[in-house]
């Protein structure tokens, strides 16, 4: 069970937002500080713009809490769900887990400037950004953008932060895109079902060749390097 707050994650501060400044972001920044009369009426409350903005495909963010610690941070916009899961570090909050979810095909949008949404309304998991702390030497960004073609793009970062340095590789490889589909929320607080994230990432996910082992430009697909522990997601979640 998850506990749920209207509440914005801050990422530049590393911290949750109180209700006055998640209020003041929607204001400032979702409504460009110019709120019309209809959107002031739902500005009393973080809950009252939360019940506004999802039937009317605005912008807000909900932080959920398990045992009263924050896990993770839901945001909803008119073009995708993004789930920010979130770990305490040292007297921070830092995302170690990003999953995006799209509302209508984003490659169609881009080419035609029309939303064609998916079947049923469903949520397609678009990408996966994993933010993995190896060790102090060595940092890990993996991304997988997934395609409704069946094609994704996976792109490992390895930054080194005492040497001020960092190296990229990218693949595109042939993927199952049918199970990245999902129902929509059905009311401003419907999220619990995003949170799941062992079910909502397939496990084919965790077996791609060049992501597996984390390791740049090794693309072993063997059955001894599936076994392993997927080193690109963090390492708490491996004991998960």
């Not at 895109?177 to 397939?202: A, C, E, G, V, W």
């Amino acid at each position: 069970m998850y506990t749920l707050e209207f509440l914005e994650y801050n990422d530049l501060t590393k911290e949750i937002m109180s209700e006055k400044d998640t209020l003041e972001n929607v204001k400032d920044i979702t409504l460009n500080g110019k709120p019309s009369k209809e959107e002031k009426k739902h500005l009393n409350s973080v809950e009252d713009w939360a019940k506004y903005a999802f039937e009317t495909d605005e912008n807000y963010c909900i932080t959920a809490y398990q045992n009263n610690i924050p896990f993770a941070s839901i945001c909803f916009t008119d073009m995708h769900i993004t789930v920010d899961f979130l770990e305490e570090y040292g007297n921070e909050l830092i995302k170690v887990l990003t999953l995006v979810y799209h509302r209508f095909d984003l490659l169609e949008y881009l080419r035609n400037d029309k939303k064609k949404f998916y079947r049923d309304n469903r949520l397609f998991l678009g990408e996966i950004v994993s933010y993995a702390f190896i060790d102090d030497d060595k940092k890990n960004i993996t991304n997988i953008v997934f395609g409704t073609n069946d094609v994704a793009t996976i792109t490992i970062t390895e930054f080194y932060p005492d040497l001020g340095d960092w190296k990229t590789a990218e693949e595109s490889i042939k993927v199952n895109t049918s199970n990245n589909f999902i129902r929509s929320p059905k009311h401003y607080k419907d999220f619990d079902y995003l949170l799941d994230y062992q079910n909502n990432i397939k496990s084919e996910d965790f077996d791609l060749p060049f992501v597996s082992n984390g390791n740049l430009g090794d693309s072993d697909s063997s059955e001894n390097s599936k076994s392993e522990k997927k080193s690109w997601l963090p390492p708490k979640w491996n004991e998960n």
